[in-house]
Nanobody, 127 residues
Framework: QMQLVESGGGSVQAGGSLRLSCAASLFASNYRMAWFRQVAGKEREGVAAIDRRGTTTRYLDSVKGRFTISKDTAKNTLYLQMNSLRPQDTAIYYC?????????????????????WGQGTQVTVSS
């Protein structure tokens, strides 16, 4: 069973950068993967997704041009590079994955398209 462990969260001032990592226990090349975030009292929202081959990406409109998702299949690790951070980016960030060996260029941002979840890592951006 796939296990996901996030790291890299922390506190940063507005305009700063953070890189989140998600270590996967199984071959990431067979899984579509994504980053979600959630603020207390609000629904979890998809931030960025990447297809199993790492060739197709999709982003939430509010993070386009600031965040970059990538996957290192050799290390079975997913990344989220976050630049120009804003206070509204403050949330718990979760890594997600779904076994999808037949996917081609599919990188959805809906939580129902993922089966495995990490424990989350807190990102706090102060103004």
């Amino acid at each position: 069973q796939m296990q996901l462990v996030e790291s890299g969260g922390g506190s940063v001032q507005a305009g700063g950068s953070l890189r989140l990592s998600c270590a996967a226990s199984l071959f990431a090349s067979n899984y579509r993967m994504a980053w979600f975030r959630q603020v207390a009292g609000k629904e979890r929202e998809g931030v960025a997704a990447i297809d199993r081959r790492g060739t197709t990406t999709r982003y939430l409109d509010s993070v386009k041009g600031r965040f970059t998702i990538s996957k290192d299949t050799a290390k079975n690790t997913l990344y989220l590079q976050m630049n120009s951070l804003r206070p509204q980016d403050t949330a718990i960030y979760y890594c997600a994955a779904k076994y999808a060996p037949r996917d081609i260029n599919f990188a959805p941002l809906e939580s129902t398209d993922y089966d495995y979840w990490g424990q989350g890592t807190q990102v706090t951006v102060s103004s």
